[in-house]
C-alpha cells in the first residue's frame, strides 16, 4: 500500500504541476460546452429560431394573397418577399432554407382543382438538400395555408361563387345522363345556398350585431389544437430543459477521454526513457504499478467532470435534478472506464505518435456515436441501436437522465453496470498485453 499510494502522489503532482495542461483541461470543456449549449437552446428562455423563407408571388388572386397572409402569421416561419432569382439564388448560397413561389393563376387554378374539376397546379419549392428536414416542416405548414385559403375561398368567397355558377352552366350543357351528374348537381346547388348565406351574413353582419372582420370565413381548417408539455421529472413549473446539461455531458466526456490519451502516452514515454523498468526494477510489482496507474488516472477524470459540472451549476444553471447519488456513480464509472482505456492505449501502442494517432481517432468516433455533438436521433435507425456497444453513450445518457431528466437512481445503475463492464474489458486486456510483453 505504500508504494501504491506513493505512486499514485507522484501521478496526482505530475499532473497538478503542468499549470497550462491543467488549465486547458479544465477551460476547454467548459468552453466548448458553454457554446453548444447555447446554440441548441441555453437554459430555454429564448425563442426558438425561426425558419427562413423565401417567397415569390406572382398571383394577385385573392387565394394566393390569402396563402401569403397565412404563411406571414406563422410563429416558426420568417418570410421574406423576393422576385424569383432572388431568391433561387439565396437558396443556392444557404443563405434560406427554402423557397415557395406561387406562380401565375395559381389561386384559380387551385380553386378549380378542389371539386376535381380540373388538373391540379403546380407549386414549385426551392430547398437547400442540407435542409431535408426543414423541407417537411414548410411543406406541412404550407399545404395547412393552401387548403386553409383555397376553401375559405370556395365557400365563401366571390371567386367561388363565380365558379360555381360557371360549374352549374357546364354541368346543365353537358349531355352526359347519369347519376353521377345528378349527384354533382345536388352537391352544387347546396355549396351554392352555403355561399348565399355566408355572404348575407357578411353583408349584413348579422343584424348589425357583429363586425364583418369578427364573422366565419368558411372553409376548412385544423380540428384540433395541441397542448405541449415538455416531459421532466420533477416540478413542471421549476424543471426547464437546460441545453447546457448535455453540452458539458459531451465535452466532459471527450475531454476526460482526451486525458485518458495523454496518460496512456506517459506510460509510453517512460517505457522509452527507461524509466518504466527501472520502476520494475524496485520491489514494486507490474499489478501495483498498473494500478496506480488507473487509480490515478480515474481520480484525476474524476476530480475533472466534478469540477466541470460544478461551474456549469454556478454559471450556467444546470440543475442536477435527478439523483445525487446515482451522478456520482456515473461520474465514478466513468472515471474508471476512462482510465481502463488509458492503460489499454499504453498496452497496445508501440510508439507514443502511432498510438496518439490511433486512439485520437477512436476517442472520436466514439465520442461522436455517443451523441455529443449531435442528437443521436438524426443518426439511422440501425446505427442508433450500434452505438449501445459505445461506453460513452452510456456515460452521456447517464448523466443526461442524472441532470436534466430528473430520473432517479434506477436509471443510472444501466450506465453504471455497462461502463464497469467496459472497464473490467479494458483492464484485462491492458493486463494480458503487459504480461505478454
Given at each position: 500500500m505504500t508504494a501504491l499510494l506513493a505512486l499514485i502522489r507522484k501521478d496526482l503532482i505530475l499532473f497538478m504541476a503542468d499549470r497550462r495542461a491543467l488549465m486547458l483541461n479544465l477551460l476547454m470543456p467548459i468552453l466548448l460546452g458553454a457554446f453548444f449549449g447555447f446554440i441548441t437552446g441555453g437554459t430555454g428562455s429564448k425563442d426558438a429560431a425561426k425558419i427562413e423563407v423565401a417567397l415569390?408571388?406572382?398571383?394577385?388572386?385573392?387565394?394566393?394573397?390569402?396563402?401569403?397572409?397565412?404563411?406571414?402569421?406563422?410563429?416558426?416561419?420568417?418570410?421574406?418577399e423576393m422576385p424569383l432569382e432572388e431568391a433561387k439564388a439565396m437558396v443556392l448560397k444557404g443563405k434560406i432554407n427554402v423557397a415557395i413561389v406561387l406562380p401565375e393563376k395559381f389561386g384559380e387554378l387551385a380553386g378549380a382543382a378542389l371539386f376535381g374539376a380540373r388538373a391540379k397546379p403546380e407549386l414549385p419549392v426551392f430547398y437547400d438538400p442540407s435542409q431535408s428536414a426543414v423541407l417537411a416542416m414548410v411543406k406541412g405548414m404550407l399545404t395547412q395555408q393552401v387548403m386553409q385559403s383555397v376553401s375559405a375561398e370556395m365557400f365563401a368567397g366571390k371567386s367561388g361563387v363565380s365558379f360555381l355558377d360557371q360549374s352549374m352552366q357546364e354541368l346543365e350543357k353537358s349531355s352526359q345522363q347519369s347519376p353521377d351528374k345528378a349527384e354533382l348537381r345536388d352537391f352544387l346547388g347546396s355549396v351554392k345556398k352555403f355561399q348565399s348565406r355566408q355572404q348575407a351574413e357578411l353583408a349584413a353582419g348579422k343584424d348589425g350585431k357583429t363586425e364583418k372582420a369578427d364573422m366565419p370565413a368558411g372553409g376548412l381548417s385544423m380540428p384540433f389544437t395541441t397542448k405541449d408539455e415538455a416531459m421532466i421529472a420533477g416540478d413542471a413549473a421549476t424543471?426547464?430543459?437546460?441545453?447546457?446539461?448535455?453540452?458539458?455531458a459531451g465535452m466532459s466526456v471527450q475531454f476526460i477521454l482526451f486525458m485518458a490519451i495523454d496518460a496512456?502516452?506517459?506510460?509510453?514515454?517512460?517505457?522509452?526513457?527507461?524509466?518504466?523498468?527501472?520502476?520494475?526494477?524496485?520491489?514494486?510489482g507490474l499489478n501495483t504499478l498498473l494500478i496506480a496507474r488507473a487509480l490515478s488516472c480515474a481520480l484525476?477524470?474524476?476530480?475533472?467532470?466534478?469540477?466541470?459540472?460544478?461551474?456549469?451549476?454556478?454559471?450556467?444553471?444546470?440543475?442536477?435534478?435527478?439523483?445525487?447519488?446515482g451522478f456520482i456513480g456515473v461520474a465514478i464509472s466513468f472515471s474508471l472506464m476512462t482510465a481502463s482505456f488509458g492503460l489499454l492505449i499504453a498496452a497496445f501502442g508501440k510508439t507514443p505518435e502511432a498510438a496518439r494517432g490511433i486512439s485520437v481517432f477512436a476517442t472520436l468516433i466514439m465520442v461522436m456515436l455517443s451523441g455529443a455533438w449531435m442528437p443521436s436521433f438524426l443518426f439511422p435507425q440501425w446505427l442508433q441501436s450500434l452505438t449501445l456497444i459505445v461506453p460513452t453513450r452510456w456515460a452521456v445518457d447517464g448523466l443526461d437522465a442524472m441532470t436534466w431528466r430528473g430520473l432517479g437512481l434506477e436509471a443510472a445503475l444501466p450506465a453504471i453496470g455497462v461502463q464497469l463492464i467496459f472497464t473490467l474489458l479494458f483492464g484485462a486486456l491492458a493486463l494480458w498485453r503487459f504480461r505478454k510483453a
Open positions: 415569390v408571388v406572382q398571383d394577385n388572386h385573392p387565394i394566393s394573397q390569402k396563402i401569403v397572409k397565412g404563411l406571414k402569421e406563422e410563429a416558426s416561419l420568417s418570410v421574406k424543471s426547464k430543459y437546460n441545453g447546457y446539461a448535455h453540452s458539458f496512456g502516452i506517459g506510460v509510453l514515454l517512460a517505457r522509452r526513457l527507461g524509466l518504466w523498468n527501472r520502476l520494475l526494477a524496485a520491489p514494486v484525476i477524470a474524476f476530480f475533472l467532470i466534478n469540477f466541470i459540472f460544478a461551474v456549469a451549476v454556478v454559471v450556467f444553471k444546470v440543475n442536477i435534478a435527478g439523483s445525487l447519488s
